[in-house]
């Protein structure tokens, strides 16, 4: 099992960019695949962005194509997520996950595969 702390949301208006990160400890973070989700008020989690245990595959919903970059350090056990051209629609929760990985498949995108959950970090988008 892995904890993990997101920090890096915050306030900013519609065009803004944002880093979010999500610091691991208590495992072997090179093993874990990682991912972000997000939950808007009334809404449900939804798949934002995911990485493979290398950082090499990446994976992005469709909403999020071209303006959020996934990346990771493992020698930091870190995970970012770096958001440009935000919108009022980004405004959520966003949360990062991680689990184990094997060799196959390389990156997870629904939720309920992942065991290991952050507190999550507030992300607000005005127009």
């Known amino acids: 099992q892995v904890q993990l702390v997101e920090s890096g949301g915050g306030l900013v208006q519609a065009g803004a960019s944002l880093r979010l990160s999500c610091a691991a400890s208590?495992?072997?973070?090179?093993?874990?695949?990682m991912g972000w989700f997000r939950q808007a008020p009334a809404k449900e989690r939804e798949f934002v962005a995911a990485?493979?245990?290398?950082?090499?595959?990446?994976d992005y919903a469709e909403s999020v194509k071209g303006r959020f970059a996934i990346s990771r350090d493992n020698t930091w056990k870190t995970v970012y997520l770096q958001m440009n051209s935000l919108t009022p629609e980004d405004t959520a929760v966003y949360y990062c996950?991680?689990?184990?990985?094997?060799?196959?498949?390389?990156?997870?995108?629904?939720?309920?595969?992942?065991?290991?959950w952050g507190q999550g970090t507030q992300v607000t988008v005005s127009s």
């Open positions: 996950a991680a689990r184990q990985a094997g060799s196959y498949p390389l990156v997870y995108t629904t939720s309920n595969t992942y065991p290991d």
């Open positions: 208590g495992g072997t973070f090179s093993g874990y695949a």
């Open positions: 990485t493979s245990r290398s950082g090499g595959v990446l």
